[in-house]
């Protein structure tokens, strides 16, 4: 069971993530966008739940007919509850799209509606129809980037939601749910208990949560950013040092969107993956000429600037402490970092574009307690500094267990990074709150 749901969201995070690491161009004077791509992303967006739905007509019941009943029910509370919540964020966030369509960028409603149907395949009836399924979700968060409808982050928020709402709602096909009369003894006598059960063998729900109980952990972290620093330069050893974040910050704070996928191995070693991307694009003008990848922009012109910058981190923590009340964890792992910087000015005459990727050692360090039998506390820090390169991530943050395998998170993050190539050279600080959910599944 821990290993089918282990390779499944490797599959599915490396999926969205990797087909972000080489993105298209993110401004110029003409797209790369491939309209059979988009077109394909269009029709699969609506083809994918509604094959989700669909399938549960011809899929068999426990009263052995052809439609699964509850599996009808459960597909249109995953579909509408995650589209449901597309749609309320949206509105909340109100973010920019990249081609400036209009300000509903976060999160992808295409991406939303295909990883909630593909979900669904995957959960009621099981990885054969599902990895093809969320492998095809995968292609339409690919084409809403490629079109530049949206960011990275947008489409990873779009797969949190889809893929969390079944979760929330759908149970495996296999798992039935029965009545059973049991007999109970009595005081005076026997008597009968009337016992209503998933199948899922895992009893009533525990007031405390067991980290011995955990398999693996999916974890979403989304909330704003605000720019502190964005210095570039290009190349590193001729090109002018600017800031980014002198610019209007038109799009200050903007979206974040993080997934984390946990898998212990046992009560002190837990394996590690977590997709970061972040974007920002913004206005504004140099007082100064600026020389930028082999082009000169004049001062008191208006440049449009576009910024992306993708973290897939793969690591090893070691719990020195597995057991209550607290949790001290040391680890380290690898890093990969991809980074690109567009600038274009307003009549597009000029444009220049930079990309460069490293690969990182990073240390782990995180500590916990937990105050009572549902909240914790805790802090966690990951960084390197060596001679070229310097990295660093702090945070903070409250937990909340909702359930033995739901978790709620508050927190706050900074996040600072000076990266040096020949080809680039970037400094970048920035900070905000977050929130997390989680979902865990149990041994």
């Given amino acids: 069971m821990i290993s089918r749901y282990f390779r499944f969201l490797v599959i599915g995070i490396f999926a969205v993530g990797l087909s972000f690491c080489c993105p298209g161009p993110m401004i110029g004077p003409a797209w790369a966008e491939d309209e059979n791509i988009t077109e394909a992303g269009d029709w699969l967006q609506i083809i994918l739940p509604a094959v989700a ?52 960028s976060y999160p992808s409603g295409h991406t939303t509606a295909a990883f909630a149907g593909a979900g669904f395949i995957d959960t009621r009836y099981g990885h054969a129809w599902g990895i093809p399924a969320l492998l095809t979700a995968g292609f339409v968060g690919y084409s809403r980037v490629q079109s530049s409808n949206h960011f990275a982050d947008d489409v990873t928020a779009g797969m949190s939601i889809g893929l969390m709402s079944n979760w929330l709602f759908v149970t495996p096909q296999s798992q039935s749910r029965t009545l059973a009369l049991l007999p109970m003894p009595m005081e005076n006598g026997t008597g009968v208990q009337l016992v209503y059960t998933t199948g899922t063998g895992k009893g009533p729900e525990s007031k405390q949560f067991k980290k011995s109980e955990r398999a693996c952990r999916y974890e979403f972290g989304f909330g704003p950013a605000f720019l502190i620093k964005n210095e570039v330069t290009s190349p590193s050893d001729g090109g002018t040092k600017f800031d980014l974040a002198n610019f209007n910050k038109d799009q200050d704070p903007t979206s974040t969107a993080v997934v984390i996928f946990d898998y212990y191995l046992n009560d002190r070693n837990t394996l590690t993956l977590n997709w970061a991307p972040f974007e920002a694009r913004d206005n504004g003008t140099f007082s100064s000429p600026v020389s930028f990848a082999g082009q000169t922009f004049p001062a008191n012109t208006t440049v449009k600037s576009a910024w992306v910058h993708y973290s897939l981190t793969a690591g090893w923590s070691y719990n020195l402490i597995p057991s209550d009340p607290w949790d001290l964890n040391l680890g380290g792992g690898l890093g990969y970092q991809y980074t690109e910087v567009d600038l274009l000015t307003e009549d597009e005459t000029i444009s220049g574009s930079v990309s460069d990727s490293v690969i990182l050692p990073y240390i782990h360090a995180s500590g916990d307690y937990r105050i009572n039998k549902r ?49 680039l050279r970037n400094k970048v600080q920035y900070h905000g709150p977050y929130m997390s959910i989680s979902f865990s599944w149990l041994r």
């Fill in 53 to 104: 739905i669909g399938s549960t007509f011809f899929a068999g019941g426990e009263d052995s007919k052809h439609w699964d009943k509850e599996g009808t029910a459960q597909s249109i509370k995953a579909v509408g509850g995650a589209l449901g919540t597309t749609t309320v964020a949206k509105g909340i966030v109100g973010k920019m799209r990249p081609n400036e369509a209009n300000e509903l």
């Fill in 375 to 423: 909240w914790s506390a805790g802090v966690c820090m990951d960084g390197i500094s060596l001679s070229d390169d310097k990295m660093f991530t702090g945070i903070v943050h409250a937990d909340y267990q909702i359930s033995r395998q739901w978790d709620f998170s508050l927190g706050y993050e900074y996040y600072a990074r000076d990266i040096e190539t020949s080809k």
